[in-house]
């Protein structure tokens, strides 16, 4: 699976999140939104790893969906945090596209 499907999924993903969120009208969420919202993270937590794998790096989704759930001391704070970190791979994939683009014209050019 490319880099480009594993960053845009993420993204999508953030984006189906945030949509739930959105319609969150009152609390405490009902069992219904909680599993979606858990659904959501999990789908979230599979292409980051898909990312990370790709850049050589080897996470475990359920290790850093634990971990920011138990950081997050509400369900705002982990999204801003899961945003945060989502624009921070966004700026990583720019950058090795952009050196993997330099290599490419280098060879083409030979």
């Known amino acids: 699976m490319a880099l480009n499907h594993r960053a845009i999924g993420l993204a999508n993903e953030l984006g189906e999140l945030s949509e739930i969120i959105v319609k969150i009208k009152k609390l405490p969420i009902n069992n219904s939104k909680r599993i979606n919202i858990i659904e959501e993270l999990?789908?979230?937590?599979?292409?980051?790893?898909?990312?990370?794998?790709?850049?050589?790096?080897?996470?475990?989704?359920?290790?850093?969906?634990?971990?920011?759930?138990?950081?997050?001391?509400?369900l705002h704070q982990l999204i801003t945090k899961m945003a945060i970190q989502i624009g921070k791979i966004t700026e990583?994939?720019?950058?090795?596209?952009?050196?993997?683009?330099?290599?490419?014209?280098?060879?083409?050019?030979?």
């Open 92 to 110: 990583i994939i720019k950058d090795f596209e952009n050196k993997q683009t330099k290599v490419n014209e280098l060879f083409d050019s030979t």
């Open 42 to 74: 999990g789908d979230m937590c599979w292409y980051l790893a898909g990312v990370a794998r790709f850049l050589g790096q080897d996470i475990k989704p359920k290790k850093v969906l634990q971990y920011q759930i138990h950081n997050a001391s509400d």
